[in-house]
């Protein structure tokens, strides 16, 4: 499918004087402007990156309320239980603040939900397990800001919950706990909205650990690990607390994660977002998926290196079972597309089925999404029910038009991009065709074209390792930040194509001045260009070191 390209406008005075000032390439000083960072000042803070720069955790509303009652309940010997959610956002911040309070003496459990069977957030049935094992306080971590019901049953039972939670309020209430440490309350006067879960509860320790001696700092790893799989902004904070955690990451002081990075290669590496992104927060999130999450915890937690490494066997092992169970259901779902979706009529896919796991299925919608760029829903049929998992393209807020089908749906959440829904199995069929007749109401036919966004059209001679250099220095990448694609055009195919991997392929391609190899890893269908074609390239620079020689390659991310 054929994207449009988006290259993004330049201000030649703005940039000229940024480059100047920061003595770095005009093409660096293009991709702070994309950023939004167009001033010394701020570009000189983004570089620095400095820890300081953090703000001070108790702006946060409630959070004196949060650590007066934490310090309580050490002092007065009572049992906390850390309850967090089942994905590495919340299972990394149960790891932070479980450690945390044991480190001031407190007696802590944790409590991880089984997605399958307890679903997100605070449940009935682990709040009264708690009650039965003599718990008296009830810390969450990512999660519990939607928990108004629970949090008045553990009031019942003489629980006292403080919430840390880094999600929207649903509706305008919330919940009436001891104390609500969330930024996203519209009267916390917190300056940076977008923490992860991971991210507040660090901010708790923090203010928790204030005039102790003991430093926060130490959870970094877990934070960055944490932050980064959660696809928040990596911007402001975020960036901050991910750049310094990387760099602990790499040092690998924790038994658990030193063994999980043995598993799977990345050991004596340095540690990049995208090694979280693609190889570590995976294997930890299918323990959520398809296995114990309790398990993953555990190996967060660990500090025997023998247990270590049979837990991060465990884990690599129950990845690859995602990963096959995964691939069966795209499958299905993919002949599912082939037989019953018309492209010409059908803007939104929604496929469902008996035996489809549902702790994969919202991967699954994510991966058609991409394929045929249309908005999807998955769906796991169970007997005369179904649950099921959206993921949405550019411009189409999912969200607003499950709201314009809700009296076909038994419950449905999310946001713009992504969703879930319960649905009775004899109204699918009127959802498919309803959701689709709201869809052809106001959707221009342009949605339904993929775009590539290109933060500068530069000439291939620009590039040179210093400048690679400098971009590379705006990581860690993601959300928000995320790693730069440049294009290049009017350049001749000097050499290749030549075969690498399974659907890859390498080039080399020159201006008649540089000459630079380019590889496609597979991904995208981009189609090989003949020996000799003139073509424009998309793609993101790196330098590729081999045998010790350096060069630079591009990696492509279209082709005209």
Not at 375 to 393: A, F, M, W
Request: hydrophobic share 40%.
């Amino acid at each position: 499918m054929r994207k449009t390209w988006r290259i993004k406008d330049s201000d030649l005075s703005i940039r000229n004087s940024l480059a100047e000032a920061l003595r770095v390439s005009p093409i660096t000083a293009q991709l702070l402007i994309n950023r939004g960072i167009d001033d010394i000042k701020s570009a000189s803070d983004f570089f620095d990156c400095s820890l300081s720069a953090c703000h001070d955790p108790f702006l946060m509303k409630d959070m004196d309320k949060a650590v007066t009652r934490i310090k309580d309940a050490i002092s007065g010997k009572e049992k906390i239980l850390v309850y967090g959610d089942y994905d590495v956002d919340g299972m990394t911040g149960v790891a932070v603040l479980s450690s945390a309070l044991k480190t001031l003496g407190g007696d802590v459990r944790t409590y991880i939900p089984n997605r399958l069977e307890e679903g997100y957030g605070l449940n009935m049935g682990a709040i009264k397990r708690a009650h039965s094992q003599g718990i008296n306080l009830i810390v969450t971590v990512d999660c519990g800001i939607s928990s108004v019901k629970e949090i008045e049953y553990a009031k019942t039972l003489n629980i006292d919950v403080v919430i840390t939670d880094h999600h929207e309020i649903p509706g305008a209430q919330i919940p009436k706990a001891h104390a609500v440490v969330n930024a996203m309350q519209s009267d916390c006067k917190y300056p940076f909205k977008h923490l992860a879960g991971v991210g507040v509860a660090y901010k708790l320790v923090s203010a928790l650990f204030d005039g102790t001696g003991f430093n926060a700092d130490e959870y970094l790893d877990l934070v960055s690990l944490g932050t980064v799989a959660d696809v928040v902004p990596l911007i402001g904070e975020n960036r901050i607390l991910s750049k310094h955690g990387l760099e602990l990451l790499g040092k690998c002081k924790r038994a658990g994660l030193r063994a999980l990075m043995d598993v799977t290669g990345l050991t004596g590496k340095d540690i990049s977002s995208g090694h979280i992104g693609f190889v570590l927060g995976p294997r930890i999130n299918a323990m959520g998926r398809v296995g114990s999450p309790q398990k993953a915890l555990d190996l967060l937690l660990s500090d025997d290196e023998t247990a270590s490494r049979e837990l991060a066997k465990m884990l690599d092992t129950e990845n690859r079972s995602r990963q096959k169970i995964e691939g069966g259901i795209l499958e299905l779902a993919l002949s599912k597309v082939e037989r019953e979706v018309n492209f010409k009529h059908h803007r939104v896919i929604v496929l469902a089925s008996e035996g489809w796991h549902p702790g994969v299925i919202g991967i699954v919608a994510s991966r058609i999404a991409d394929r045929f760029y249309r908005p999807t829903i998955v769906i796991s049929l169970d007997g005369k029910l179904g649950k099921g998992s959206g993921r949405s393209i550019e411009g189409f807020h999912l969200f607003d038009y499950l709201f314009r089908c809700k009296d076909l749906l038994a419950g449905f959440g999310g946001h713009e991009s992504a969703c879930g829904i319960t649905i009775e199995k004899n109204k699918i069929d009127a959802f498919r065709d309803m959701i689709n007749e709201e869809a052809a109401k106001d959707m221009r036919e342009e949605i339904y074209s993929p775009k590539l966004d290109i933060d500068m059209d530069v000439p291939l001679n620009m590039l040179t390792e210093d400048v690679i250099g400098q971009i590379e220095s705006l990581a860690p990448f993601g959300e928000e930040n995320p790693r730069p694609v440049l294009s290049s055009k009017n350049l001749t195919v000097k050499d290749g194509p030549w075969k690498i991997g399974k659907n890859g392929f390498k080039i080399c391609v020159t201006d008649n001045t540089v000459t630079c190899e380019a590889v496609s890893f597979g991904r995208g269908n981009i189609s090989k260009p003949e020996n000799g074609a003139g073509v424009d390239l998309a793609y993101i620079p790196s330098i590729n070191t081999w045998q010790g020689l350096q060069s630079i390659q591009l990696e492509l991310k279209d082709i005209k």
